[in-house]
């Protein structure tokens, strides 16, 4: 089993940045890759960006290049979120996943979750 513990949400305003963290425990070295999700009230879950953890690689959603940056450190099991010139369309809950086999966008893949930071922009 992986733990996965998210942190660093909160209110911020448009144009604002927020960094989250995303802390893994236990099985960690079954983890191929972690990613980070989010999800806004109504809609479905969706693909923010990836990362391959022995290589670094990483994968983002087209709309969000150049706003948002993913990174990890082997050192600490913790991969980060940098968000930057935030929009209120980026309000959601914040979701981390790990996965034992690939990235990918598609949630279902994902085996382990966390349990969600929320991220509230306003305008």
């Known amino acids: 089993q992986v733990r996965l513990v998210e942190s660093g949400g909160g209110l911020v305003q448009a144009g604002g940045s927020l960094r989250l963290s995303c802390a893994a425990s236990?099985?960690?070295?079954?983890?191929?890759?972690m990613g980070w999700f989010r999800q806004a009230p109504g809609k479905e879950r969706e693909f923010v960006a990836a990362?391959?953890?022995?290589?670094?690689?990483?994968h983002y959603a087209d709309s969000l290049k150049g706003r948002f940056t993913i990174s990890r450190d082997n050192a600490k099991n913790t991969m980060y979120l940098q968000m930057n010139s935030l929009k209120p369309e980026d309000t959601a809950v914040y979701y981390c996943?790990?996965?034992?086999?690939?990235?990918?966008?598609?949630?279902?893949?994902?085996?382990?979750w966390g349990q969600g930071t929320q991220v509230t922009v306003s305008s």
């Open positions: 236990g099985r960690t070295f079954s983890v191929y890759a």
């Open positions: 996943a790990a996965s034992k086999r690939y990235w990918t966008v598609t949630p279902g893949v994902y085996d382990y």
């Open positions: 990362i391959s953890w022995s290589d670094g690689n990483t």
